[in-house]
Every structure is written in structure tokens, then in C-alpha cells.
Nanobody
Framework: QVQLVESGGGLVQPGGSLRLSCTGS????????IGWFRQAPGKEREGVSC????????YYADFVKGRFTISRDNAKNTVYLQMDSLELEDTGIYYC?????????????????WGQGTQVTVSA
């Protein structure tokens, strides 16, 4: 059974930083891509950043390029999303997910197994 658990969300002021963590057995094998997605109130879920096995491919949505960094530590069974220069529009629930494939892009419908999410709130 694939289980993913997100942590690291919270309340932060604009311009601040947070580091999200996604932990699970699907990560330790370095056999599956992992993605970060977010969903703001009243909006559809969207891809934020995704990483393939062996870090061969990474994807960043245009709205986070230069601000967010994705990385994976297979020894710790964890994929991180470092979020800097946070903006009000970054508020939402952040989910990690895996498609149980090495790489498939960063569209939500391509990912099959999801964590429960962690809330990120950017507010002054």
C-alpha cells in the first residue's frame, strides 16, 4: 500500500519561507516520480513542482519558478519543497502524490496516490 504524508505547512507572512516534506515508502526506492500540487479555495488542483527518479527531470510551474525548489532524499524517504518569497496567491492545501512511474509530467490527473495535504497560508 502506498502512503504519503505531508508536513511543514503553516502560517507565514508574504516574503517568508516554508519547507514542506513528503514522506513515504514510494520515495525510498527512487523508483517513482513525486509531485507537489496545490488547491486554493474555489480553484482546481494544479501542479506546482514534480521530480522524476534520479532527479533526471524536474518541473516547475511558471508561477513558482525562481521561488520554489524541489529535492528528494531517498535515504530519508522524503521529498522536499522549499518555498521562498511566498506570496498571498500561494495560499492553499499542498499535496504530494506519485504516479507509480518514473516520470509522467506534472498534471494532477496523471498521479494516482495522494497524501492528505498540508495547509499553507500566506497572510499579512
Amino acid at each position: 500500500q502506498v502512503q504519503l504524508v505531508e508536513s511543514g505547512g503553516g502560517l507565514v507572512q508574504p516574503g517568508g519561507s516554508l519547507r514542506l516534506s513528503c514522506t513515504g515508502s514510494a520515495i525510498s526506492s527512487d523508483y517513482y516520480a513525486i509531485g507537489w500540487f496545490r488547491q486554493a479555495p474555489g480553484k482546481e488542483r494544479e501542479g506546482v513542482s514534480c521530480i522524476s527518479t534520479r532527479d533526471r527531470y524536474t518541473y516547475y510551474a511558471d508561477f513558482v519558478k525562481g521561488r520554489f525548489t524541489i529535492s528528494r532524499d531517498n535515504a530519508k524517504n522524503t521529498v522536499y519543497l522549499q518555498m521562498d518569497s511566498l506570496e498571498l496567491e500561494d495560499t492553499g492545501i499542498y499535496y504530494c502524490a506519485t504516479p507509480l512511474r518514473r516520470w509522467t509530467g506534472c498534471r494532477p490527473y496523471e498521479y494516482d496516490y495522494w497524501g492528505q495535504g498540508t495547509q499553507v497560508t500566506v497572510s499579512a
